[in-house]
């Protein structure tokens, strides 16, 4: 299936079984926010249980925080988030379309690899067991001529974004010749800096009021809070601060779905160190950040780290864990070393001394920070795109099935009456009654077992219980798993053990 028809129908299956719908549907949507439906805020859930449990439960040197969206707006200020917290956006005068900048770029250097990579297929295709591909690569005549326009066009970006060049990155963008994709057409105005933040108002006269703003990343808030948790917990260095916490940012293109929001959550972890170890913790926070993704058995080949050329203002070291969606490799979570540029900046905006006393060193000193930050949303899309399979059954039906953990999965178990008569419904709800504080369950009766079967599939629910008429003689039901579609007759007393331990969160913290 074409990787971008598959998106449709990821994108489709999260509506039509409430995972996922778009905000404000009755009024015609609002541009990229969304609502998560019965199953989506299940499955939310339990990614975020598994985040927070693998920082605070697993490492007794980190702790959690919930510190507010709105902040005092020096903060942004110290951050450095008011004057440089832009993307460099262009409009199509023909279209109306506005685009980044950076972007557009970015794409036509791709389309330069693509060029290189379909030249490299064909000649492999072509020349089959004999290819040399490092030979072809370096001699071949047009692929050296696509590589070279590629490097002097990065050269070239890259200079004008480390310069901030506006009229040069507007200037790259004409000599490319890129067209808008709406008009076709090179009619591109300026480039101007657009700010992504929010601002809105606090206090109640218009004279009294104060410019707040929505915050854009989570981590400002435990920042600021570095030394409340320090002292109140008593916290040694190394040690972190974990977060899960809702963002906004005004994209200028928001697309892709779920994967570029305007209000989206993050999961974040400040990990404080002494000054000159942070890159040894920065090795160690890039890999157990990796197992952490792996460990949910997706395949290591989708995932892969993107070491940053271009380092932000605060960091002297960055990597993003990038996965496999359908419309290629994208950033999912982003490690940073933000070195004590942070901690530094709020000293400085706030005429508070935050430093840290080393009691083994003697001496105090201002932390360096190792950020690990992921979304949550663009967590959820991952485990989506991965989770969805369509098989072909043997009487020749589709069947769709969320192939889910089954520790994330929304619903652990479905209890199916074979019939809504004769007691069957009863003792099914006495089943339900008796694990739904295990975990959660739910009940159905309409329809026949097979459409109830694909209805479960379809949410990714790894068991269903189906009570027959021998469940009332022997205590006995069917029990099936989902990605075999295998079924056994249990004991209604072992449905618990049979189950509980699979789908836990504990049993994947376990194997971390
Ligand atoms: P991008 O380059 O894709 O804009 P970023 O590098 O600005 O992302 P960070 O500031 O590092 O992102 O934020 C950390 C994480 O927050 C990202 O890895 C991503 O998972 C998530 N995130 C950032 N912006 C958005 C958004 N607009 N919608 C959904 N998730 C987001």
């Known amino acids: 299936m074409a990787q971008e028809d598959l998106f449709k129908k990821l994108v489709s299956h999260c509506k039509e079984y409430g995972f996922v719908f778009p905000s404000s549907e009755i009024y015609d949507g609002l541009a990229a926010v969304y609502d998560y ?36 707006p020096t903060i942004w200020k110290a951050s450095g988030h008011i004057d440089a917290f832009n993307d460099p956006l262009i409009d199509n005068k023909d279209s109306k379309k506005r685009y980044r900048a950076d972007v557009l770029v970015e794409d036509q250097i791709a389309k330069y690899d693509d060029k290189i990579n379909k030249e490299v297929a064909k000649a492999a295709k072509k020349f089959g067991d004999a290819f040399d591909e490092k030979k072809f690569r370096a001699t071949n005549p047009r692929i050296l001529e696509h590589i070279s326009k590629r490097d002097a066009l990065h050269e070239c970006y890259k200079k004008a974004m480390n310069d901030n060049d506006l009229n040069e990155l507007r200037q790259i963008i004409i000599d490319e010749g890129i067209v808008c994709p709406i008009s076709g057409t090179k009619n591109w105005t300026d480039v101007r800096q657009f700010n992504l933040m929010f601002s809105t108002e606090m206090g109640s006269t218009s004279e009294g009021s104060m410019k707040v703003y929505l915050r854009p990343e989570t981590a400002q808030g435990i920042f600021v809070n570095f030394l409340n948790v320090q002292k109140t917990g008593r916290m040694k260095i190394p040690f972190g601060i974990a977060q899960i916490g809702k963002a906004f940012r005004n994209e200028i293109v928001a697309r892709q779905f779920i994967f570029r929001m305007r209000e989206f959550e993050q999961m974040e972890m400040q990990f404080f160190v002494r000054p000159g170890t942070e890159m040894e913790w920065f090795k160690k926070w890039k890999e157990n950040r990796m197992r952490w993704h792996q460990n ?94 369509e098989e072909i059954l043997e009487n020749g039906e589709t069947r769709v099935v969320m192939k889910f953990p089954p520790a994330l999965a929304p619903v652990k178990l479905a209890v199916l009456p074979l019939v809504k008569k004769d007691g069957l419904p009863e003792k099914a709800c006495e089943i339900i009654d008796d694990l739904k504080f295990h975990f959660h369950c739910q009940y159905e009766e309409k329809d026949s077992i097979g459409k109830r079967y694909r209805r479960q599939d379809a949410i990714g629910t790894p068991y269903c219980v189906t009570v027959d008429h021998d469940t009332l003689k022997d205590n006995t039901v069917t029990l099936r798993d989902r990605d075999t579609m295998k079924q056994e007759r249990v004991a209604i007393d072992k449905l618990n053990d049979i189950i509980a331990e699979r789908v836990s969160i504990t049993s994947l913290l376990k194997k971390l």
């Open 296 to 389: 949910l058995g997706f395949g290591a080949d989708c995932y892969r780290f993107h070491d940053h050329e271009k380092l932000a203002h605060y960091a002297n070291a960055a990597t993003d864990i990038e996965y496999l969606m359908p419309f290629g490799f994208k950033e999912v979570e982003g490690i940073h070393s933000r070195t004590d540029f942070d901690l530094s900046q709020h000293e400085k905006f706030s005429g508070k001394s935050i430093k840290y006393f080393d009691a083994e060193l003697n001496k105090s000193y201002t932390p360096y920070d190792i950020e690990t930050s992921i979304g949550v949303d663009r967590m959820f899309l991952s485990v989506i795109c991965a989770a969805y399979h």
């Open 37 to 72: 439906g019965q199953n989506g805020v299940e499955l939310k859930n339990n990614i975020k249980k598994y985040w927070w449990d693998s920082m605070v439960l697993l490492h007794e040197n980190i702790v959690g925080l919930d510190s507010s969206i709105f902040m005092h």
